[in-house]
């Protein structure tokens, strides 16, 4: 039988010399096996070099077994394994070395709220984690084609009071930082302006054909109120604010309105009708009263540079002369990909 063991004959085999590859079913029986065949039970030196007529001397009897091609061949598999686990453990410890070369050195954090802050155009924005809602909607850049920044803007209408309306919400892109705040809505906050405060379209105008300059003199002459979120400026506190600031719906442009401002990610701004119909959780400040005086050494260190950043993505094409620059027009407030830039600009 092919499963005894070769020196007592009696039992099934359990062992291999490493040698010899001899079976033995015990202990004793691989001693009784080395003093008998005079084998050492230590498996042949791979590094030694073997001639290919004592390769063929090393078959068995049936030639179903070489001991130094087996030899050679359970070398191989050892090495492999090894090499696997150096390759493995090597990345673990390379990914854990990367990690904390990223990271940076841990800096002492005061509140568990705190987060980074980067100056943009002027504007204190306070940046929320990669992968949070508000982080990934906000699509502020610099515009190449434009040669100025574009903003992500909130808006909130806030309904009046009295009504079974609900406050609506909606989130532009690409707001140019030089409109003013009525030259900023885009055709779907406007279009829900008209609807919620009962707004007279313009009477030169067909209904819905309005032009951008119909509906900048409209807002204008509706007296809306406009009204931002204020935090304290070198605040790195991410906690909502129950305080709003008055907006100029015209007069002054974004670039103005919002420098020394404090936002989450991007600015909101609300609407309403009257200031009555402000919801009560809301307290209404003068900015100029509120108003700390912020430090231009401390902004200029947030500030990732005064220049244009050199990596660059795909650069949004030229606004032709046939085609308006300004894609607050189009109902779908759509987002091209370009420049991110983070810099203060005075």
């Known amino acids: 039988m092919e499963d005894v063991c070769e020196v007592c004959g009696d039992r099934e085999f359990k062992y291999k010399c490493p040698k010899c590859l001899k079976k033995s079913c015990s202990l004793a029986c691989s001693k009784k096996h080395k003093v008998s065949d005079d084998c050492s039970g230590v498996a042949h030196d791979p590094s030694v070099y073997v001639s290919s007529e004592a390769l063929k001397n090393e078959d068995d009897e049936k030639h179903e077994m070489n001991v130094v091609v087996q030899r050679d061949y359970n070398f191989l598999t050892q090495m492999k394994r090894a ?3 150096q390759k493995r453990d090597g990345k673990l410890k390379n990914k854990r070395m990367l990690n904390m070369q990223h990271a940076g050195p841990k800096r002492p954090r005061y509140n568990e709220n705190s987060c980074q802050r980067v100056i943009r155009r002027g504007v204190n924005c306070l940046v929320l984690p990669k992968g949070m809602q508000r982080s990934s909607m ?3 850049k610099w515009d190449k084609a434009l040669d100025l920044f574009v903003w ?6 806030f309904p009046v009071q009295g009504t079974d309306s609900e406050p609506f919400a909606h989130v532009s892109h690409r707001i140019k930082e030089t409109d003013s705040i009525a030259e900023s809505m885009g055709k779907i906050i406007y279009d829900k302006c008209c609807d919620m405060y009962q707004l007279q379209r313009s009477a030169t105008s067909d ?3 309005e032009t951008k300059e119909d509906r900048t003199k409209n807002l ?3 007296r809306l109120l406009f009204y931002t979120k204020w935090f304290p400026y070198n605040t790195t506190d991410v906690v909502d604010s ?3 600031v008055r907006l100029e719906p015209s007069g002054k442009s974004i670039a103005e309105q919002f420098r020394n401002k404090t936002v989450i990610e991007f600015p909101t701004i609300f609407v309403t009708k009257q200031e009555t119909d402000i919801p009560q959780k809301y307290t209404i400040v003068d900015e100029r009263d509120a108003r700390e005086t912020p430090s231009t050494a401390s ?4 500030t990732s540079s005064s220049e244009e950043p050199p990596e660059e993505s795909i650069k949004p094409s030229r606004p032709s002369d046939d085609a308006p620059a300004d894609d607050s027009e189009s109902d779908s407030d759509g987002y091209d990909p370009g420049v991110t830039m983070d810099f203060l600009a005075n």
């Open 242 to 244: 129950r305080k709003l």
């Open 299 to 302: 902004a200029a260190s947030d």
């Open 220 to 222: 204008v002459n509706s």
């Open 207 to 209: 209904e819905g054909q």
């Open 138 to 140: 906000n699509k502020s």
């Open 83 to 85: 090499v696997e686990l």
């Open 152 to 157: 992500s803007i909130e808006w909130t209408l």
